[in-house]
């Protein structure tokens, strides 16, 4: 014998133990150092602070026409 369900599951059923598949969204905050987004309790990637300290250089981008 296979394993085989001895019921259908109803949609109901279904969606009640799906509920928690689904990505949450980000927790976003401003940097106080520039002021752009970054997620929290993480170094912002534009100025490359954190808590107020500079923990990381970052370069300025080029484009790529350039």
Not at 22 to 41: E, M, Y
């Amino acid at each position: 014998m296979g394993a085989l369900p001895k019921q259908r599951i109803s949609r109901h059923r279904q969606g009640n133990r799906r509920r928690h598949h689904f990505i949450a969204p980000l927790n976003l905050v401003t940097c106080q150092a520039c002021g752009d987004w970054k997620r929290s309790h993480h170094v912002c990637m534009t100025c490359g602070t954190y808590r107020g300290r500079q923990v990381i250089q970052i370069e300025e981008r080029r484009r790529e026409a350039e």
